[in-house]
């Protein structure tokens, strides 16, 4: 079996889609898939990450689609991923999606939230692939993502954490800022971004970290003790899961899209700042039963390659 794969990671810190690609590479050429990146001749499948072609994504929808017209047997499965409605101003790139995922044969969502704003919002899209789609969540890889070895003590700072490649407004940048500001008067908490900060505020008060990736990253993040993400309508997210991975509860923002379905009783949802400090002591005051929630087995990217693998051979049979 022979795929490519239209994002070609790159070997730096990088968005989510660069693990997303890492982590099935390594599961599907650890199997009997070979995997290439290129749009070569003998292709039994084109997976495709993103419609768009750049530097990363060497081929947008059109390269794919002419890649078809000469070989029509090749399958399109497109894992779908991002919508418009994740960013402070629209790209316009749901007409994109929509036109790639009426052009393949089956698709992906990375979340059930994701699926259900498509089928809500596009009928064509629904009535086409209602009955043949799946629903697989992202995972991280626990090479990199894995249990602290140590829990925090009461009486201790409480040490908070996040990350994002992504400095887009709506990754929660209203709550990190009103948290900056408010760090002097909360004398027990700490707070670490790590990653690409908005440029309409410059943080005073918390500990910037610039973007790391695989273990450096998983080892800052094992440093604390709780997972912020104030992320609005993400698609799926990663970030959570490696917070999660670390062995952190998660604190996650209502609206934050399909990150609420992934954390699965080891964290709480929030509305704004100040529900956001109840419900961090909330988790403190009980933190053995929130981290003894956290499902590895769920977050690892064995599960999410297994389920990938399975579906591509059920679709090559």
Same mark, same amino acid.
């Given at each position: ?135 697989? !969540? ?7 993502? =894995?249990? *602290?070895? +140590?829990?925090? @003590?009461?009486?201790?700072? /409480? ?28 004398? !027990? ?7 690409? =900060?908005? *440029?309409? +505020?410059?943080? @005073?008060?918390?500990?910037? /970290? ?41 604190? +996650? ?65």
């Amino acid at each position: 079996m022979k795929i490519c794969i239209t994002l070609e990671p790159p070997h730096k810190s990088y968005g989510g889609g660069a693990f997303f690609v890492e982590n099935l590479y390594d599961y599907f050429t650890a199997r009997d898939i070979d995997v290439v990146y290129h749009l070569e001749p003998g292709l039994d499948m084109i997976f495709i990450i993103d419609p768009r072609r750049d530097q990363h994504n060497k081929y947008g929808i059109g390269d794919v689609l002419k890649y078809k017209q000469a070989y029509p047997q090749v399958k399109l499965l497109y894992a779908v991923n991002e919508c418009d409605i994740k960013r402070d101003v629209s790209i316009n790139l749901e007409p994109l999606i929509v036109h790639t995922i009426l052009n393949c044969d089956y698709i992906v969502f990375i979340s059930n939230w994701l699926r259900d704003y498509y089928f809500s919002k596009y009928n064509n899209v629904k009535n086409v692939f209602e009955h043949k789609h799946s629903v697989i !969540n992202n995972a991280c890889d626990p090479k990199y993502f =894995y249990k *602290r070895r +140590y829990t925090r @003590k009461p009486g201790d700072k /409480i040490k908070i954490v996040t990350h994002h490649w992504s400095n887009n407004y709506f990754k929660g940048f209203e709550i990190y800022n009103e948290l900056d500001k408010n760090l002097p008067r909360l004398k !027990n908490i700490e707070f670490t971004y790590i990653g690409n =900060y908005n *440029r309409q +505020y410059l943080p @005073k008060n918390i500990k910037y /970290i610039t973007p790391r990736s695989h273990m450096p990253l998983a080892d800052e993040i094992r440093k604390h003790d709780v997972y912020l993400t104030a992320s609005l309508y993400e698609p799926g997210g990663i970030h959570q899961l490696e917070g999660m991975s670390c062995g952190l509860p998660v604190l +996650y923002r209502q609206n934050g899209g399909g990150i609420a379905e992934t954390v699965k009783g080891a964290g709480e949802e929030f509305s704004n700042f100040f529900d956001m400090l109840k419900k961090l002591d909330l988790i403190v005051n009980n933190y053995d039963d929130y981290t003894s929630k956290i499902d590895y087995e769920f977050l690892s990217s064995k599960r999410f390659g297994k389920q990938y693998y399975d579906l591509l051979r059920r679709l090559l049979e």
